[in-house]
């Protein structure tokens, strides 16, 4: 079974071709999933060709976990399910 995750060291240069792309609702259970066992949303950005792409870090894991996944115009809030989203999907809103 293919990972939700693109792993990588911290301050380590990667492509975004390797980061798995998911369904919305795939990529969102992987990241609430992961944040319920103690993973923090570290980073939530929208590249301009409306991919969501969201960084978790892990106490329990060395690497940083990469996930996307693609939108249009809008999509339904990550926050009510992963408070950790609020801030990002504010700023995320305002540009």
């Keep these: 079974m293919k990972s939700s995750f693109y792993e990588v060291s911290n301050a380590t240069a990667f492509p975004l071709a390797e980061v798995p792309v998911l369904s919305f609702d795939d ?3 992987a990241i609430c999933s ?3 066992n103690g993973a923090h949303l570290s980073a939530l950005t929208l590249l301009p060709n409306h991919q969501l792409c969201a960084v978790l870090s ?3 894991n060395p690497r940083l976990l990469i996930a996307s996944t693609t939108v249009g115009e809008s999509y339904p809030a990550l926050t009510p399910d992963c408070p ?3 801030l990002f999907e504010r700023e995320i809103f305002e540009q």
């Design 84 to 86: 950790q989203a609020h």
């Design 58 to 60: 892990d106490p329990a």
């Design 34 to 36: 992961k944040v319920r």
């Design 27 to 29: 990529w969102k259970e």
